[in-house]
């Protein structure tokens, strides 16, 4: 049997889609109660009860329902009335992976409501990086987010969203949606390039992009440089990036005109962090 060895145990949760709630005093006491829970649709595949994880009945090669054991917390769910639970849900339709759904429990295991992530960050390839329970906030760090121009496997945004429950209304309300892609390092390291900023340049570019960048510029040019726009591996300059995953094209203005510099290449280098590594002039 599975069994979920790490979890976060905070002082209270998040719920989604109210459905009402038990009155008896019992609480979610491990998080390996939630291998046997309820679950709704998920993936097209109907509604049921996970056994040992995972939804049971739906034929071979037709996609699976499982609990992603790594993404579960436990906490008062609804202030004041006992441990529940929050988690991650991982489907998928006959091998293509889905966004991920968010589930949420009453203290007697009861199934309050979901929340598909595809509904809130509108990427189709995201996940959950993290999942945990700060006070009365749910916060949800979800990564592969896809954009229409991000190869088919892997999205290149990533988001933080904080959810609270509203009991008045019965469902979770988003308090926050942070989505994180290239264009504010770019915009950060222009920024800096423009004040003569070297050293808060540096940590935005690699040497290697910082060096083309002022080889390709002047000091009187680079105090009007800007971004004109990013695009993905698929866009029309595609070629130009690589195995780069993102680009964003420089300009300055020469003769009151924009003159274009060349193409950052933006690489992720870290939890919502960008870097530029080249300059394709």
Same mark, same amino acid.
């Given at each position: 049997m599975r069994q979920i060895t790490t979890v976060r145990r905070c002082g209270l949760a998040v719920a989604v889609a109210?459905?009402?709630?038990? $009155? #008896?005093? /019992? %609480?979610?006491?491990?998080?390996?109660?939630?291998?046997?829970?309820?679950?709704?649709?998920?993936?097209?595949?109907?509604?049921?009860?996970?056994?040992?994880?995972?939804?049971?009945?739906?034929?071979?090669?037709?996609?699976?329902v499982v609990l992603d054991t790594s993404h579960v917390?436990?906490?008062?769910?609804?202030?004041?009335?006992?441990? $529940? #639970?929050? /988690? %991650?849900?991982t489907c998928n339709r006959g091998g293509v992976g889905w966004p991920q759904v968010i589930v949420v429990y009453d203290r007697d295991l009861r199934l309050l409501g979901s929340l598909d992530l595809l509904a809130v960050t509108h990427g189709g390839r995201e996940h959950v990086r993290r999942l945990r329970l700060i006070g009365r906030i749910a916060e949800i760090q979800v990564v592969n987010i896809g954009r229409p121009d991000d190869p088919g496997c892997c999205g290149t945004r990533s988001a933080t969203l904080r959810l609270v429950y509203d009991r008045e209304r019965g469902a979770v309300r988003v308090v926050s949606r942070r989505f994180f892609d290239e264009r504010g390092a770019a915009e950060a390291l222009v920024a800096a390039l423009r004040r003569g900023a070297m050293g808060t340049a540096r940590r935005w570019a690699s040497p290697r992009a910082l060096g083309t960048i002022l080889a390709a510029t002047t000091p009187a040019t680079r105090r009007s440089l800007r971004i004109r726009g990013c695009f993905g591996?698929?866009?029309?300059?595609?070629?130009?990036?690589?195995?780069?995953?993102?680009?964003?094209?420089?300009?300055?203005?020469?003769?009151?005109?924009?003159?274009?510099?060349?193409?950052?290449?933006?690489?992720?280098?870290?939890?919502?962090?960008w870097r530029a590594s080249d300059l394709v002039t």
């Open positions: 109210c459905a009402g709630f038990a $009155g #008896a005093a /019992a %609480a979610i006491d491990s998080p390996d109660e939630l291998l046997n829970a309820p679950v709704p649709s998920a993936c097209e595949h109907p509604a049921g009860t996970l056994v040992d994880g995972e939804l049971p009945g739906i034929p071979d090669g037709e996609g699976e917390a436990l906490g008062a769910v609804v202030p004041g009335r006992g441990t $529940g #639970a929050v /988690a %991650a849900l591996v698929l866009g029309d300059r595609g070629p130009l990036l690589g195995t780069a995953p993102r680009g964003c094209t420089l300009s300055v203005r020469v003769g009151g005109r924009p003159s274009t510099v060349g193409v950052l290449r933006m690489r992720p280098v870290a939890w919502n962090r």
